[in-house]
């Protein structure tokens, strides 16, 4: 068993410690030491049975552990970064999480941190890049781009040959149709279709989705 800890203890680290669990009961894989996150009233407190060990900066007290694994449960864009960034410069890894129950393609790639929760359906030839977190019930077609730290959000539909760029975040039961591209760092509303190519930095809501704002980042 490797240990792994998981950075942020909100509802998103609960998930993931969830997703652990399950893994290790179909392959014993992960010693899940506990939380880290820098809202210090949560240290020492204990989360669904693991402890919140400290802040992220805990982590550099952890090589004497040998190789620490972590997992970042958080989907704003720029606090995920930010902590990437900054863990870059100690000897951490970040494995991919993937729920069992998830068939993956062999032609397939999903890059590092990624987490995949369970019931999310992917078919070929799909891209997926680092720190993206895809929720339950989530589909994506063949030939879609995913890149890093993108959240598609809960029963998205990602249909085929789609390009989601840097840092998008795709809200619940959003739709993207075949073939659009979502420029970087993009906002798609819950429940909206997009029909068309959605530029930079922009939010797009309804139904066609339309875009609302441009050139601010909400997430
Ligand atoms: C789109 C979203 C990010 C809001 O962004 P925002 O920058 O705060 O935008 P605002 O709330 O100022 O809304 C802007 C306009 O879009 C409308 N709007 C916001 N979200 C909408 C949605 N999902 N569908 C349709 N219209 C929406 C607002 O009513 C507002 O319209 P108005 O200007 O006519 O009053 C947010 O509403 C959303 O849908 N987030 C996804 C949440 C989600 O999926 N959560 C699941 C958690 S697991």
């Known amino acids: 068993m490797e240990n ?6 909100g509802g998103v680290g609960r998930e993931v410690a969830l ?4 893994i290790n009961k179909v392959q014993p894989t992960w010693k899940l030491l506990g939380f880290l996150d820098d809202k210090s009233a949560l240290h ?5 049975g693991y402890r919140v060990l400290g802040g992220i900066d805990y982590i550099a007290t952890m090589e004497t552990l040998g190789t620490v694994h972590a997992v970042c449960a958080i ?21 991919k999480i993937i729920h069992p129950s998830v068939q993956v393609s062999r032609f397939n790639s999903i890059g590092e941190g990624t987490i995949v929760y369970p019931g999310v359906i992917m078919t070929t ?3 997926i890049g680092n720190q993206v977190i895809i929720s339950p019930g989530s589909g994506i077609g ?3 781009v995913i890149e890093d730290y993108c959240s598609v959000l809960w029963k998205v539909n990602i249909s085929g040959n789609v390009r989601v760029g840097e840092g998008c975040l795709l809200g619940s039961g959003s739709t993207i149709l075949q073939n659009i591209s979502i420029g970087r760092e993009s906002i798609v509303g819950a429940g909206a279709v997009v029909v068309k ?3 930079e930095r922009c939010t797009a809501v309804g139904v066609p989705a339309r875009v609302v704002k441009v050139g601010e980042y909400a997430g």
């Open 125 to 127: 030839n799909i891209d």
């Open 19 to 22: 997703i652990i669990e399950e």
């Open 142 to 144: 063949h030939e879609a």
């Open 75 to 95: 989907s704003a864009y720029k606090a995920k970064v930010k902590i990437v960034e900054k863990l870059k410069s100690c000897s951490i890894s970040f494995p």
């Open 44 to 48: 020492n407190t204990y989360i669904n």
């Open 4 to 9: 792994i800890v998981i950075i942020g203890a």
């Open 197 to 199: 190519d959605l530029p």
